[in-house]
Each structure stands twice: as C-alpha cells, then as structure tokens.
C-alpha cells in the first residue's frame, strides 16, 4: 500500500486502510473500491490523503501505532467527555472567561464529571494506549487522517501516542506514562469552552481572541483539577501544554532548560514539568502534520524543519532530537521523489525504514522522469549516500 493524495485518487483504486470519522465510527472500510462519488465525498469531507492497495507494493504494510479499534474507543470517550462541560455551560455561552471560570468552579460541571463513566474509562484506555504503544519499536510517522473540521478528538489521540512513545524513551515507568496518556487524552477540554469559531476561521485572531484562546488550558486545568480519577500529574499536563522554553508560551509564562537530566523533578517552581515538555513538542508535531482550516498538512520531513527552527526557543533541544530518533521523516509508504544522480526527477515510494539511520530509507522506484509507470527497483538510501530524496509528494 501507499499513501495517495486525494487528488490523485481514480476510480477502480482499492482503499488500503479505513477512514474513521471523528465521532469514531468507520466511514469507509478497507479494502472498499473507490468510485467517483467516494473520492468527491473524501474531498468534500477535508480529507487530505488515503491508502491505496497497489499490486506493486503489496508487501509494504503501514502499521497502526495503535489498534483501530483502541483508537474509536479513545476518540469515542473523549468526545463523550468532552460533551459534559458543554451541555453544562450552554446557558452561558457567551459568557465572559471569568464567568465560565466561576461556572467550572462552582457548577456541576467537576462533580458531573467526577461521576460520569465515561471518565472512569478514561484510565482504562491511558492503559492500554500505553500498552500497545510500548509494543512498538518505532513510531509510523503518520497521524490519523483528518480534516480540518474534526480536528480536535483525533488530534488529543495522535498527541498521546507520540507523547508516549517518547516519555518511554527518556525512560519514565509505566504509571507515569499513564498519566501523562491521561493527561494528553485531555489537554484540550478547555477548547471546548471557548467559542468553537475561533479555532476554525480561517483569518488571523484578533489580539483579544487570541488572549481568549490562551485561556484554555487554564479553563482545562480548573476542570479537571480535584477529580481524584485525573490526578495532578495529568491536570497539570493540560495547564502546562502551551508552555516554551523561552518562557513566551502560555498561561503562566513557565521556563524550560532545554534538557531532560535524571533524575527528574516533575515540579519546579517556575519551570514546566518534563512531561508537559514532551506533550508541547508531541503536539506542534501533530498540528504541522494535520490540515488546517488555513493551510494543508505539511509532511513529516517538512514538519522537522519548521521544528528544528523551534527547538531551544519553543521547543526543549533534548525532546525534538529524540523525536528524531522515534519518527521517520520518511514514514513507510509515502510517495517522494528523487533529487539528485541519474534517477533524478523519478518517483518511489518508502518501502523500508532503516531503524539506524531514520532519514535515509529504502524506496521502492515506481515512475521515471516522465512520471511513466517502469518495472520497480529499490534504492537503499543509507547504503548510497550520494542519492537524495527532495521531499514528500502527497
Ligand atoms: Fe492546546
């Protein structure tokens, strides 16, 4: 299989992997045929890109970080939870911030909550993600598809499983990666309290939007904090997830150091927790490589040079190295094209992953020059040095 751009979708193509909506549900299962009135439809929806099941590339196989099925579930929960403050604020929509605050504080909304079962699950799931996750060796690379209109479910699920499989990497215990799943799961509940429309026009935010947004993970914070199921870890993560280095994030201006020493102190005064590190970092990730209502998805590779120019200002130095080291600019079964010595111009797709050396796969040539389908050969790009790829093409 291989990852195909919406836009060179043609009928008659087989669909490699499901889509799943944002409500978790499956919206076209693999294997489906695709017809006019699918690709218009995907289209329509936002969808940027899909799997393709190719006979030339059968043997490559993209797995899910996750099961499909842990993943519904999560979305699925999320969403449910998500709902609670809602439903409980909707009489004071367009209520100012302090009078949501004094609401959360003061409302049902905690002991709502505190009591729903779709909460309890939440620990449950952190499990499990943890567990399936720890599985891996390596991450894929590539979130879940998404359109710009459901960002916010699927986006709280890719953020957990990057941000795990790199907490592990720096060596934290399996009670800690579930808080900060748990934590990660939820660092966005404050948006849903804040007026839906400015997360999705496409226009540059007011200076007092802007200051509305920045209120979220405050508003998150204050929800969650006190509920024994969250704990403190997690309702910290969602206060501290929009904190930089530099001390310019938000809310409360907090510092990094631009490393990750053991052993680690999780409270600092005046320092972000390394865990809520992570989950900035992990989150920038998903946001570049997601489309947005302003912009398309940007590519892995692409995606590491926008944060490369971050790291030690926005982004902690020792976290992004180490995103190196789990994602692959290349993922598996992406389509790029060849930049450099006599192949120039042709067209492969990544059909290995050389866990040494992330950056430099090996792909399988399927077009030359003239974008003429020719009998496939493989490149080893660690093995020929002199061979560059110029980017992704989706
Ligand atoms: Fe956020």
Redesign the pocket.
Known sequence: MYRVSVDYLKPGMILGKAIISDTGTVLLNKGVKLTEFYIDKLKKLGYDAVFIEDPETTDIVVEDDIKEQTRRRAIQHIRALFSIPVQELKDVKKATINEIKKNIETGRIKEKLANSKVLKNIGAISYQIVDEVLDNKMLSGLVSFKRYSDFTYKHCVDVTVLSVALADKFLYDKNKLVELAKGCLL??I??VLIDKSLYEEPRKLSKEEFEIIKT??TLGYITLKDIADIGIIAAHIVYQ??EQQNGDGYPRGLKGDNTMPLPRKEIRKGYIMPLAEIVYAA?VYDALVSPRVYRSAYTPDQAFFIMKRMAGTHINREVLKMMFEVIPAYPLGTTVIISTGKFKNYIAVVSKINRENLSRPVIRVLYNDRKKRIEPFEIDLAANPHINISGIII
Do not use: F, I, S
């Open positions: 660092h966005d404050g948006r979220h993970p997830h929009h989150n």
